[in-house]
């Protein structure tokens, strides 16, 4: 499975919260093995909405929207992501966070050019 | 600063923070839209079946007017905005342990109204909830 962020435009929002909802479980009733949606994050500033999927393919997940769906809030973007989580760092040992007070440590790579 | 939740003081609380809270100000300054907050009882006190209200008139970052309705106290304004909700959960929502997404998207907090431009300005909804923590004294 591969992860993905999948950015939205976020052109119409149902006015009632009952339609919303019912959305949005419907959509995660169509997400299945293959396609599952992990959370989002909205920015009400631009309009956007991010979430992240795991799934098999892009076109997987544009299989789970009913048309409506992406009429409403179409796809702008789905880009294959690799998650980061900072808490790593504090297992990394060394020189890390954790020592120095936050600050990060790279150790230099040798020169192979000599 | 502090003070129970609903209750006139907590009303009086809230104003203050409202139309003296520079962050609210800014962020707010757009809204428009008063507001009603439906405060259904204790399910362990079935009892008492009457609802308690708050109501706010909210404009552009500041509170215009504001009023405490005891239960069972008529005369309710029709507001853009009515938040429903047994006390319960309006008080997980005040004390910071259910996010307030989380309690429109689950129906806990039922909302009357646009949920659009409810949506369009959650910036403003979560700032006023901070206010309203702070009005109640858990932020």
């Known amino acids: ?114 | 600063m502090s003070a129970e939740f609903p209750s006139q003081a907590w009303v009086e609380a809230l104003v203050r923070v409202l139309n003296s809270d520079a962050r609210y100000g800014e962020i707010a300054r757009s809204w428009e839209g008063d507001l009603l907050f439906v405060i259904k009882p204790e399910s362990d006190r079935a009892a008492e079946t009457l609802f308690t209200h708050v109501y706010l008139d909210l404009w552009h970052g500041k509170c215009r007017s504001a009023r405490y309705f005891p239960p069972g106290e008529g005369g309710l304004p029709k507001p853009a905005f009515a938040l429903t909700a047994g006390f319960a959960h309006f008080a997980a929502v005040l004390g910071g342990s259910l996010d307030p997404m989380q309690a429109m998207l689950t129906r806990r907090l039922q909302v009357s109204g646009n949920m659009a431009y409810i949506l369009r300005n959650v910036p403003v909804v979560l700032d006023f909830v901070r206010c309203c923590r702070l009005a109640a004294g858990a932020a």
């Open chain 1, 1 to 114: 499975m591969n992860r993905y962020l999948v950015s939205h435009h976020v052109k119409r929002i149902y006015a009632s919260q009952d339609d919303l909802v019912n959305d949005w479980r419907g959509l995660r009733q169509r997400t299945h093995a293959g396609a599952r949606w992990v959370r989002s994050w909205y920015a009400a500033g631009s309009e956007r909405l991010y979430c992240e999927w795991e799934a098999l393919s892009p076109e997987v997940i544009y299989a789970c929207f009913l048309p409506i769906e992406l009429e409403m809030a179409p796809i702008e973007k789905v880009e294959e992501v690799v998650a980061i989580d900072p808490a790593w760092l504090d297992e990394a040992g060394g020189t890390g966070a954790a020592a120095d007070g936050g600050a990060l440590s790279l150790r230099r790579t040798p020169d192979r050019s000599t």
